[in-house]
Structures are given as structure tokens and as C-alpha cells.
């Protein structure tokens, strides 16, 4: 019945034996892996690569269309499974179940309507829309035809997306009038236009109707996705075969912050990354046919991408997709849809779960769960206290919890156990997938060896969905991954190796925030914060959070100290708002005569993460500072 998973590890045995072999023998183990996929021409070569420039190159020379692998090839034993279960913000509106005919069908008639509006092959089209199903259907009518597609997170401000538009010069955008989240309507096309008043060169916006929120359609350049549907419906619905993608050729961008400077664009290419979400995605949560797997991340973030849509759609597997939020209309939201729809995998981030326990056990009362087969845990540290929640009032102790330790430039998750294969070890991401090598280093990129030891996390062998550029800017690339430790996958973690050779993750060791799961870095914070007409300077660090892991402090000077503070605090964070969008938002902000700084004027951050963790004994040595009396003051003012 259904698909099976050549590649499916299933025994401890299993799992030891196919690492050992990825390392022997990389080439032979991948193209065993890539064999059950379908490819339209086979490669030349498994693997060429070298991370000095980098350039990787998997599976060169081979030809395919990854929405082939994902639709296509299901049709004929899966057609009538559900591919998609779509369950709405507002439990009272209906859900909708869409088979792989269905979406298969869906996703030929946007194709169509992509191509009628001219987007052709290599342009890149921005997504900026809510979690509805013709979102999935956007993302994979892009992949069909074979244009880039950068998908842009619906609480992102108008200021980001023009910056991520006018960086890959996307002509097209498709979006929605609003979105349902929680209580809010979020008016998307209007955040659209705002953006669009700075790039010109949009040719085409699609918008779909959700909310029936009143908007502004520009004559030209703005049409509506269900008279375009109309239109290919009056051609008689043509078919739109897939068009032949080369294994390199580019899937989608996806921006994400680092340490420095505006966001950059992950580049991802269609080979390797079909071939590592997928392979990932039935071994790690041990997919079997017919499971229905819950995903509750949004397809704005690397997680959606990955492990709602390409790689369970890989599999063949039923994927369902929540529009709305953990906590709306009330706590238990999360198992009204695991009872309802006998959920068999749920994976999810420690911030909601984290969230969800401030509720107290009320919520899961009356709630069948015993559907539940695998737990997941996914986009930073889970501190022991929300596993061991998880794992006994969720899994009821029955279930094995995976975390998997990934990132926007992985492609897919590298470091995991595997669902009841591997063990699991709270706090801990555990064992490297097979195909995956990781490495401790010291700061000068030495090599430590053994286990009970920490360092800085690499990787020291591609994987097939390796990061191979940031868009137009490979020197960034190279410069930020590639260049810190030569020869290495540099991924800016901590990392601390046990004596079993477990790894556990213990957070960023660059000026980068994870706050709820999301990555912000501390110098766009800044930036945002600068751009107010009354701020002289900002230092921004993280402290720990409760609920979102991290939240944001930023130490402000202010010109005028004299008007009202709070006002001042809510216009800064007003301003934070615009230029980048609420998940920025600093959680606390400190108003300063001066910050810490050296003699040549080096801002002395770590004085004021500890400041703000409030781990005021251990300041360390302040009298290199220019004017030491500062950090008193500070001290003094923390709030
Ligand atoms: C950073 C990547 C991968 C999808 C979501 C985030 C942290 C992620 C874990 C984990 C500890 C984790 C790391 C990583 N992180 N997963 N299981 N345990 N830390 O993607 O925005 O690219 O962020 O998230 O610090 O570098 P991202």
C-alpha cells in the first residue's frame, strides 16, 4: 500500500551503518538515496565541490522539476490522499482537505496564470501571504515553471519587503488582501503597496481574497487570483507541463538576518534540496504511509519551506497546514486539530510549547491525543522543563520528541535523533543524520576532538541542501560561512559534545538574537532603532525570556531626555515596527547618557548582555573603558 522509503533508516544498527557508509563513501550513499526520486536525466557527477570558494555542485548535469517528485509522480497510487489538510484560523469556518489530484490541479492552473501574467523561467517572484492553501499552491506553481520563488514572512513591514524586492529585483509579487491570525487582520496588500511606492519595476501584483478587507487595485499592474483562474478555466484549463530544471539551477530564496548589515538571501537549488527534505523528513520523524503530520511553523520561516510543504510532499505524505495561532480562540487550539484530524506527527517550536504551559493542563482536558506517534522540537535550544512537558502531558510518555537542530541555510535538518531509532536525551539535538559530519572548533579553527567537550560548531562535508550562495553577493556567502575557520561549514552555534558523542546546541556565538524561535540580528535592530529622529546611538543584546527564549534590550541614548519616556519608548519601538515589523520589537528599552566603549571605541557588548541578564558581579574588567563611571549608571537604570 502507498510509498515505500528505500532510504528509511529503522534500527539503532541501521542508523550507525548508513553514517559510517555517508562518510566512506558520500557519493555512493547519496546517489543511493537520490535513485528513488525522479529525475528526468540522471547526473554526470554525485558531488564537486569545495567550500574555499565555495562551490558546491550536487548531482551536476541532472535535469528534473521538483513539483514532478512532489505531485506528479503520486498520482497514479496517490491521487485521491489527502496532500494538504487545511484547518482555518476560526474553528467555525470549515476546514478543507486537498487531495494530490486536487492540489496537482490547482497548481497547473496557476502555472497557467503565472505565465499568462509573464513570468517566465529564472524571474523571481516575492510570496507575501498568510497560511492558506493557495499559498502552497503559489509556492509550487513557481517550482513548476521554474521561476525563483522568495517567500516573505506576513509580519514583515513594508520597509522589509522593498529591501527584499529590490534585492533580487522580483518583478512579481502574489499576495493576499489580509491575513486571519489569532483576533488580528493583517491588511497585506496594503503593506504591499506602501512598499511598492519604492520599486517601480514590480510589474504584477496577484491578489487573492481572504479577509475582504477593502483594498486598492492598481490599474496595470494589480489583478485578482480568481479572475485569472477564470481566465485559464475559459482556455479549457491547458495543462502546464513542468519545466526542466538542472539540478543547480536556483528553487527559492529565503532572507535571513546574520550578524551584520540587511538581511541576506539564502539560495537554495532544486536537486539537493528535494533530495535532503524528503530523505530527512521520513527518517527523522520515521514517516509511514498514511501518517498525518503537523507542522505548526509558517512558510514564511526555512521549517514551512522544508517540512510542510517539499518535504512530506516528497514523501507523499498527508501534510496538515494551521493558519491561525496556539493560543486563539482559546489554549487549546493545538489539540481541538490533533483530535479532530488524529494528528500522528506534531512538530513545533519550545516558544509555543513554552507558551502553552503557562496554561496549565485545562486545555488538553476532553482531548483525545492518543493519535499521537512522534513529538518534534525545532528553532532553538528546548530547555528541560518544556521537554519533559512535552514528552509526558502531550506524548504521554509514549512518544518519542525529536529535536532537530537546522537552519535556513541547511536546507534540512542535520542534527537529530531519529524517532524511536536513535535515543533522545533531553536539551539535546543528539546524533548527526547520516550524511552529515560535524566538527568542534577552538577559535582559531583547531580541531577538538574526543567527547565532554565544547567548541564552535562546523560542518566539515557538503550535504545535498547546503546553502551554495547568498543572492547577488557570493562574497557574503563566502564570507560569512565559508571564511571564519577555512574549509569549513562555519554555523555560528555553540555547541557542547557529551561523552556518548551527543551534541547539544547551546545558542549563538555571533551578534545574532533568537527570539520566539526567529532570527534577528542585533546590528538591523540598531539600525531601525537609529533611524529615529531622536536617538543619538543604540546597543541592542538579548536576555533570557521566558516564553520566547531571548527577548530583546536595547540601551538607547536620547537627545531629549526631558519629554516623556514612555512616550519616547513607544515611538522607538513604533519605529522598529515600521522599518522591519513587530517581531523586532524590543521587549525592554533602556534609556542612557553613553554607552560602554574601549578607547578606540568599540562598543563593550558583553558588559551589557551581562547588564541585561542582570548578572551584575561578573562585569569583568571595565577599566580599559573610556569612561568606566558609565557602566554604574547603567547599572543603576537597568529595568
Ligand atoms: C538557528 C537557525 C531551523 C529552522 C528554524 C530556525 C537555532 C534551530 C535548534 C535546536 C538549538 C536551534 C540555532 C540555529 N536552532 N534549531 N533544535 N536546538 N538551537 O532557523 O532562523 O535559520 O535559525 O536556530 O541557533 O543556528 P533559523
Redesign the pocket.
Known amino acids: 500500500m502507498g510509498l515505500s522509503y528505500p532510504y528509511q533508516i529503522g534500527t539503532t544498527e541501521e542508523y550507525h551503518a548508513a553514517w559510517k557508509k555517508s562518510v566512506d563513501d558520500p557519493e555512493g550513499f547519496w546517489a543511493k538515496v537520490a535513485s528513488s526520486f525522479l529525475w528526468r536525466k540522471r547526473w554526470d557527477s554525485v558531488l564537486e565541490w569545495n567550500f574555499k570558494d565555495p562551490d558546491i555542485k550536487w548531482f551536476k548535469g541532472a535535469k528534473l522539476n521538483i513539483t514532478e517528485n512532489c505531485l506528479d509522480r503520486h498520482l497514479g497510487t496517490l491521487g485521491n490522499r489527502p496532500a494538504i489538510i487545511w484547518e482555518p484560523n476560526d474553528p467555525e469556518e470549515h476546514h478543507r482537505i486537498i487531495t494530490y489530484r486536487d492540489l496537482h490541479h490547482k497548481v497547473v492552473q496557476f502555472a497557467n496564470v503565472l505565465k499568462n501574467n509573464g513570468v517566465k523561467k529564472g524571474d523571481c517572484v516575492c510570496i507575501y501571504m498568510g497560511m492558506v492553501p493557495e499559498l502552497a499552491v503559489a509556492v509550487l506553481a513557481c517550482a513548476r515553471l521554474g521561476a525563483i520563488h522568495s517567500v516573505v514572512f506576513g509580519g514583515f513591514s513594508a520597509q522589509s519587503i522593498a529591501d527584499r524586492l529590490q534585492d533580487a529585483m522580483a518583478n512579481y509579487i502574489i499576495t493576499c488582501d489580509g491575513a486571519f491570525r489569532g483576533n488580528k487582520v493583517i491588511p497585506l496588500k496594503s503593506v504591499i503597496d506602501d512598499a511598492l511606492v519604492q520599486c517601480r519595476f514590480v510589474k504584477k501584483v496577484i491578489v487573492l481574497t481572504r479577509t475582504h478587507t477593502p483594498i486598492s487595485m492598481i490599474k496595470g499592474r494589480d489583478v485578482w487570483w480568481d479572475d485569472e483562474i477564470n481566465k485559464v478555466e475559459t482556455m479549457g484549463n491547458p495543462d502546464f507541463p513542468a519545466v526542466e530544471m538542472d539540478a543547480e539551477d536556483p528553487l527559492f530564496i529565503l532572507y ?2 546574520g550578524s551584520t548589515g540587511k538581511p541576506k538571501g ?1 539560495v537554495h537549488t532544486c536537486g539537493g534540496y528535494m533530495v535532503y527534505t524528503t530523505y530527512s523528513f521520513v527518517n527523522v520523524f520515521q514517516y509511514k504511509p498514511g501518517d498525518i503530520h503537523f507542522c505548526t ?1 509558517d512558510i514564511g ?3 514551512g519551506h ?1 517540512y510542510i510543504l517539499y518535504g512530506p510532499l516528497g514523501a507523499g505524505a498527508t501534510s496538515l497546514m494551521f493558519e491561525g495561532v496556539p493560543t486563539w480562540p482559546n489554549a487549546s487550539r493545538f489539540w481541538d486539530i490533533v483530535d479532530k484530524f488524529r494528528v500522528n506527527i506534531l512538530y513545533t ?2 516558544t509555543a510549547i513554552r507558551s502553552l504551559m503557562g496554561y496549565g493542563l485545562g486545555p488538553l482536558q476532553n482531548h483525545d491525543l492518543s493519535s499521537l506517534k512522534v513529538l518534534g ?6 530547555n528541560e522543563e518544556a521537554w519533559h512537558w512535552f514528552s509526558e502531558n502531550i506524548g504521554k510518555g509514549k512518544c518519542p520528541v525529536v ?8 536546507g534540512g ?1 542535520l ?2 535523533n531519529m524517532a524511536g531509532v536513535t535515543p533522545s536525551k533531553p536539551s539535546y ?1 543528539t546524533l548527526p543524520l547520516p550524511g552529515v559530519q560535524p566538527m568542534l572548533v577552538d577559535e582559531s579553527g583547531n580541531e577538538i576532538p574526543g567527547n565532554d567537550v565544547s567548541g564552535n ?1 562546523c560542518i566539515k562535508f557538503p550535504w545535498p541542501s547546503i546553502i551554495r550562495t547568498t543572492y547577488g553577493d557570493h562574497e557574503r556567502c563566502r564570507n560569512t560561512y565559508f571564511a571564519t575557520y577555512p574549509e569549513l561549514y562555519f ?3 555553540g555547541c557542547y559534545r557529551d561523552e556518548q558523542g551527543n551534541y ?5 556565538v555571533d551578534d ?1 538574537l ?1 527570539v520566539s ?3 534577528i540580528g542585533t546590528a538591523e535592530v540598531e539600525n531601525a532603532i537609529n533611524m529615529h529622529a531622536g536617538v543619538v546611538e543604540s546597543a541592542v543584546v538579548g536576555y533570557p525570556h521566558d516564553i520566547k527564549g531571548q527577548g530583546i534590550y536595547a540601551y538607547v541614548v536620547y537627545s531629549n531626555t526631558h519629554g516623556d519616556e514612555e512616550l519616547s519608548r513607544q515611538d522607538i519601538m513604533q519605529t522598529v515596527t515600521r522599518i522591519i515589523g513587530p517581531i523586532a520589537r524590543p521587549d525592554k528599552i533602556q534609556f542612557v547618557t553613553g554607552l560602554p566603549k574601549t578607547r578606540s571605541g568599540k562598543i563593550m557588548r558583553r558588559i551589557l548582555r551581562k547588564i541585561a541578564e542582570l548578572d551584575l558581579d561578573n562585569l569583568g574588567d571595565t577599566s580599559t573603558l573610556l569612561d568606566p563611571a558609565v557602566v554604574d549608571e547603567i547599572k543603576n537604570g537597568r529595568i
Do not use: F
Not at 377 to 382: A, N, R
Not at 504 to 508: F, K
Open positions: 535571513t538576518s539564502v511553523a520561516w526555512i521549517t522544508s517550536a519550545p522540537s525545532v528553532g532553538e535550544p528546548i529535536d532537530t537542530w537546522w537552519q535556513t541555510e541547511t535538518i542534527i537529530s539535538a560548531l554555523t555560528g552555534d547539544r546546541i547551546t545558542g549563538r545574532v533568537n524561535g526567529h532570527r
